[in-house]
């Protein structure tokens, strides 16, 4: 398994603000995500869950993590299922076992808390992150990267709708096909 983020991050490193993203609109980003998601096990916090409104994301499984698993009932079509678990550990465990139908990559995606969490247990294998070469305002935040764990090994830049860089990293010590 992999276990990669995505994330879209300002300047000022803001992800988040007032439980949505903050005030960019980056079309192309938003394609990035649905298409490198597609067909794969995504992982992610309640609030990021929510932020949905009560939509699945079409064709991939869903396990959101929050305190209160049992609270949570939600009634998702066959194609895009919803688990809720208690914890990181449970959602990775919960991941490893749907490699052989969901693809080998299991994405993290956010928000704040689970990619703060999965940074500091040492669980992230590679990063996909939008830098956004703008300040936003915001209350939820990335970590920045320890490059002495991860290496860049891919960039593209682009200019529109405002300037941004798609960036790869990867764990210096794993072999990723
Ligand atoms: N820019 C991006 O790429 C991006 C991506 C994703 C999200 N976001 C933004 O980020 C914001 C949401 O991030 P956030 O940090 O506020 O929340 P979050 O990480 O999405 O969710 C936090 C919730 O996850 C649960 N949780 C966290 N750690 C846990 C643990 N160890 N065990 C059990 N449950 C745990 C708790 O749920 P309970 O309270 O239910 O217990 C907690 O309230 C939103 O504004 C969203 O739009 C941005």
Redesign the pocket.
């Known amino acids: 398994m992999i276990l990669t983020h ?4 300002a300047q000022n490193r803001t ?7 903050p005030a960019w609109n980056i079309p192309e980003d938003m394609k990035f995500f649905r298409d490198t998601t597609k067909g794969h096990v995504m992982i ?5 869950f929510e ?1 949905f409104n009560g939509r699945a994301l079409p064709q991939r499984y869903h396990i959101v ?4 698993p049992s609270k949570y009932n939600f009634n998702a079509p066959e194609s895009s299922p919803v688990v809720f678990v ?3 550990q449970e959602a990775i465990q919960h991941a490893d076992s749907l490699t052989k139908t969901w693809g080998e990559e299991v994405f993290i ?6 990619y703060k ?1 999965s940074l500091e247990l040492d669980l992230t294998d590679k990063i996909y992150l939008t830098q956004i070469h703008q300040s936003f305002e915001g209350d ?1 935040f990335y970590p920045s990267i320890n490059e002495n764990i991860f290496e860049l090994t891919d960039r593209r830049d682009v200019e529109n709708p405002i300037p941004f860089s798609f960036l790869t990293y990867k764990r210096k010590d794993k072999e990723l096909e």
Do not use: D, F, P, W
């Open positions: 995505i994330v879209a991050c992800i988040g603000s007032h439980g949505t993203l992610m916090g309640r609030k990021t932020s993590i929050t305190r209160y208690s914890s990181l995606i956010g928000g704040g808390e689970i969490q939820t």
